[in-house]
């Protein structure tokens, strides 16, 4: 329901992250080529600063999965309407030949079959497999009501951008890694299952490629998702799986300095080595998930080599916009030095940080531990003496960082993030990594205990975050959410389960403290992500608290996103979003509830939600500035759909003038003092 019920959509926005990707689609359909030109400049919707140029064609510089899932929708809506994009012939006209595709229609089929549709069917599985993480059903629920409809992947699937695609696919191929390492150790007991099939490893090998198809970034979980699988393929021998590690670090730093033939013949060494410890069915999955990450691949390669001329060349590297061009020519593509302030922003940031939009993420840090649990190598008595010991330890490094983090808040703030003292940021860093260590060997094992799926999440999560705050451009722009960290949200969302579903181990009290929070946490992702996602997914740079200070007078205005209400039933658009609040009602009551059976447990829990819940909500709601309030205003300005009574107050007006002439247009651009203005609209004209 809360999924397809709403269509954020506000034409004057012109969010040219996604109406690159929709000039791409439609010019595979309707012109069988990647290059836009025609698109852009037949069309007025608006200023797209995502285009890359070469030999005089203008191409999508964004990598090519999104507008390449959209190419058998868009085709099929022009076969179902018999309608395009293409301008009608005189003949045509006086045919009476249907008018042209509007854009509102394209992309809202384009939205819901390459971002709904798919974000419903991960749901459907996601909700299955963190119900192995553990035994409480309400944590399930809270952590899989949070991921889907409480956090970034609710924004970006309701618009035609990558974001959330390439954390499905990120999440979609652990998911069936896990699933083939079940069958395994299923396999042993059950003989009924068979212990090697491939079809998840296909799964897995064409999921952890597809995220880079959606999002260059993301080519660090895909990274990781491979190392993972040639982890758990080396099934003999591990010493030759020690050996082939260092070879292939040394084959990749000759590469690098351009030892082309010695890091061949040093990588050969390394695959020889490796290939020792594989049994025939871990030879066999292996060449099922090569079989599956080749599409995605050669998918992107094409798209460079026909575009680019090169299959290792994207679209940044012929950029039309200057400003973007001079800053992804610095360094790795954008990337040129890590920055502590755009690290513990994307996490931390109160306006859009990952952890603050979903609370629940907190959780995270302990579920890394506890997926990661150990205990002292020693035996007899002397076992608790040395666990307690080593838990101490850890706790007074965290008691020592926590001091350094809390003494470096005011120094930043101070130089509003500015000069050398932001090093002291760093302590963020070491206080999560001091939590996960005392996590690992203060907490039980959850439910269902993996170091090897931990220490591929906590691997993408690092790499990623590195990488995004390495990029000159990490904010994003008007987003909901840290957007460039999109792949994590599911990653720490599974993470955030096992620490939960940990944490509760050992008592009754425990396991209500746990549901509690855990439904606060549910409640506030609700307000603070799933509002801006269905209502206006392009929250400005400018809010510190972005729902009181924008989206509260924006619902108190009345107003509303399209909706199917208002679409089907011709009502106020706030009014036809009743079923969307009538669902978003049903989860929170769930959350109230918890595990809970008698109505006295039941009340109980539900004052400790809700009190969770207004404790999370207060320091936000303190920290909004309320004294510049134009931002806001400008919002409710291009506020699209209007509400009724706004349409009703102000009466039709005289017919619109006939549109000016391109010669009449570049006089007056001339006239008016521009005459290089005047002479770009002749020549589009004339092309």
């Known amino acids: 329901m809360l999924y397809l019920w709403v269509f954020p959509y506000h034409a004057q926005v012109n969010n040219p992250n996604e109406n690159v990707r929709v000039y791409m689609t439609v010019s595979i359909v309707d012109d069988h080529t990647f290059a836009i030109n025609r698109l852009h400049e037949q069309y007025d919707w608006g200023y797209v600063n995502d285009k890359a140029v070469r030999n005089g064609r203008l191409y999508s510089s964004k990598a090519p999965g999104t507008s390449y899932l959209g190419v058998p929708a868009y085709w099929l809506l022009t076969r179902i309407t018999g309608r395009n994009t293409r301008p009608l012939t005189a003949a045509q006209y006086r045919a009476h030949h249907a008018p042209m595709l509007e854009r509102t229609r394209i992309i809202y089929f384009l939205r819901l079959w ?41 924004a970006y699937s309701e618009m035609y951008a990558s974001h959330s695609q390439n954390a499905i696919c990120a999440m979609g191929a652990l998911m069936a890694i896990e699933t083939t390492r079940r069958r395994d150790r299923e396999g042993y007991t059950t003989p009924a299952i068979r212990s090697w099939s491939l079809v998840p490893m296909f799964f897995a090998g064409m999921l952890g490629a597809g995220a880079t198809m959606f999002e260059y970034p993301a080519a660090i979980a895909t990274a990781a998702v491979a190392l993972f699988i040639l982890s758990m393929s080396a099934e003999k021998r591990p010493v030759f799986l020690l050996a082939s590690m260092p070879l292939a670090a040394i084959a990749a730093k000759l590469f690098v300095r351009h030892h082309r033939p010695a890091a061949v013949a040093v990588f050969l060494l390394a695959a020889a080595s490796y290939g020792m410890t594989l049994s025939w069915r871990s030879a066999a999955r292996l060449v099922v998930a090569g079989i599956g990450g080749s599409v995605p691949t050669f998918l992107t390669l094409y798209y460079h080599k026909r575009c680019f001329g090169s299959p290792w060349k994207p679209g940044y590297s012929y950029l039309e916009n200057p400003q973007f061009h001079a800053e992804t020519s610095q360094g790795f593509f954008g990337a040129t030095h890590f920055s502590w302030e755009s690290g513990v922003r994307l996490w931390l940031d109160p306006a859009f940080g990952l952890m603050p939009m979903t609370v629940i993420f907190l959780a995270g840090f302990a579920g890394f531990g506890a997926m990661l649990s150990w205990r002292p190598p020693v035996e007899g008595k002397w076992k608790s003496h040395a666990t307690w010991a080593v838990r101490g330890v850890l706790g007074l490094i965290c008691v020592f960082v926590m001091a350094k983090c809390m003494a470096a808040i005011p120094v930043i703030r ?82 955030a389960i096992a620490g939960l579903d940990a944490i509760a181990k050992g008592s009754d009290a425990r396991r209500r403290g746990v549901t509690i929070f855990a439904g606060g946490a549910t409640l506030h992702a609700l307000l603070f992500s799933g509002l801006p996602s269905a209502w206006f997914p392009h929250v400005p740079t400018e809010f510190l608290s972005p729902v009181f200070e924008m989206f509260v007078p924006v619902v108190r205005s009345g107003l509303a996103p399209h909706n199917a209400g208002s679409h089907f ?26 595990d809970e059976k008698r109505p006295v447990s039941i ?7 809700f009190a969770v819940f207004l404790a999370l909500l207060a320091p936000l709601a303190a920290a909004a500035k309320y004294h510049d309030m134009g931002v806001t205003r400008f919002v409710r300005g291009i506020w699209d759909p209007r509400p ?12 619109r003038e006939p549109r000016e002439t391109t010669v009449q247009r570049g006089r007056a651009i001339d006239e008016a003092g521009d005459p290089t203005g005047a002479l770009e609209t002749y020549r589009r004209a004339a092309r």
Not at 603 to 609: K, N, P, R
Not at 644 to 655: D, F, K, L
């Open 414 to 495: 101070a130089a509003n993030w500015q000069g050398p003292r932001i090093a002291e940021a760093s302590w963020v860093a070491w206080m999560a990594l001091a939590l996960i260590a005392l996590a690992s060997v203060s907490l039980p094992r959850p439910t269902r205990g993996d170091a090897a799926l931990a220490a591929t999440m906590m691997l993408s999560c690092i790499g990623l975050s590195r990488l995004i705050g390495a990029m000159n451009n990490w904010r994003g722009g008007w987003q909901v959410g840290p957007r460039y960290l999109a792949t994590l949200a599911p990653i720490v969302g599974l993470a």
């Open 569 to 594: 039933f011709k009502v106020d658009a706030m009014v036809g979003m009743i079923p969307f609040f009538l669902a978003a009602i049903a989860i929170a009551i769930i959350a109230f509830r918890g």
């Open 603 to 609: 009340a109980a829990h539900t004052v400790g939600v």
């Open 644 to 655: 009724r009574h706004e349409v009703r107050a102000y009466p039709p007006g005289p017919p």
């Open 114 to 154: 390459s971002n709904v549709l798919p974000a419903l069917v991960f749901a459907w599985f996601w909700h299955r497999f963190l119900g192995r993480y553990t035994s409480i059903p309400a944590l399930r629920e809270a952590v899989f009501f949070s991921t889907m409809a409480g956090s970034l992947i609710f």
